[in-house]
């Protein structure tokens, strides 16, 4: 059988590896024969798929590569349960501290949704065009560590640096290595007034050096909190609330 004109299209756009827009064709193009659509709007409406589907592409992409730990995005978030005021959390999602280069540190007790929030933020700033490296203490302290042995740290920093946003999670809950405190130290020396660092502690910077030496601590605060939005949380866990509301499991069944 000879092939059909809408055959012949999607094979060209196989060749000329469009995926997106070849799916949507065979169906497209009929509803444009259909409804007698102007070519010029066809043409459009296909070229629009095309650039949806790789914008789509393009997320999931920097969504893999940014390493998120759970996933955990605004959908899940209940902004009346947490302790930050409601304006602050709108403000900071409207993600205008990541195009000036200024820094967040949220800090507060365990379990009150500090690594919830900066995550969402994370994910709203990938769907948002940003990209985003997403370390806890320990991970970025291993990281620079292993390429402290070949001399090559430096190039793994400026590998970091490729993102917009570098949070970091987890600081505050154990003592810091002399390593890992340096590793921190020259992140965000690296980022400083160029990348946006997300930070979450149980301990406001200014004990910093209770974790790690005075030294780094100070070198490090100076830095991360010149451009910086500091957000307190308070209260109890909130993961300790759910689960002695039984709300931590589903129920059992026979």
Sequence with gaps: MNPTPIDEVVDLLRT???????????????????????????????????????????????????????????DAWDETVSSIP?????????????DRCENLV???????????????LGHAA????HQVSWFSLEHLGALVRRHSADDTAAKAIRRIMRADVIAIDDIGLLPVAAETAEALYRVVDAA???RSVA??????????????PKTIANATVDRLLHHAHIVMTAGDSIRLTQATAGKGVTPLTN
């Design 192 to 194: 400083y007034e160029k």
């Design 16 to 74: 000329l590896r469009l995926p997106h827009v070849r799916s949507a064709a065979p169906e497209l193009l009929a509803t444009a024969k259909a409804q007698r659509w102007d070519p010029a709007e066809a043409v459009k409406a296909l070229l629009a798929e095309e650039l949806a589907g790789r914008q789509a592409s393009s997320i999931r992409a920097r969504r893999k590569a940014a390493g998120f730990p759970t996933g955990k995005t605004f």
């Design 106 to 120: 949220i800090c507060g007790p365990s379990g009150t949704g500090k690594t919830h929030f900066c995550e969402a």
């Design 199 to 212: 930070l979450s502690s149980n301990l406001h910077p200014a004990g910093f050096d209770e974790l790690m």
């Design 126 to 129: 990938v769907d948002a065009g």
């Design 86 to 98: 409601a304006p602050t959390q709108r403000a900071l999602r409207t993600l205008e501290w990541i």
